[in-house]
């Protein structure tokens, strides 16, 4: 959803709490488990912003 609004741009911005809302998950650890997995099983590269008006970047790798 997030990837076909930025036009399927290789990279693109997010905001946690945005995509927590859209995939339905209420836990920050099971947040931060999906990512990971995504990043582990070479789908995403995650790239955090710890400013809380910037979205974290995710680049998407295939």
């Not at 997030?2 to 290789?10: A, E, F, N, Q």
């Not at 809302?21 to 990512?35: D, F, N, P």
């Not at 955090?48 to 680049?59: D, E, N, T």
């Amino acid at each position: 959803m997030l990837w076909t609004k930025s036009d399927y741009r290789d990279t693109f911005t997010v905001s946690r709490s945005a995509l927590m809302k859209l995939s339905h998950i209420r836990s920050y650890m099971t947040y931060h488990k999906c990512i990971g997995q995504l990043r582990d099983f070479g789908y995403i590269s995650y790239l955090p912003s710890y400013h809380p008006a910037r979205g974290s970047a995710i680049v998407m790798l295939f």
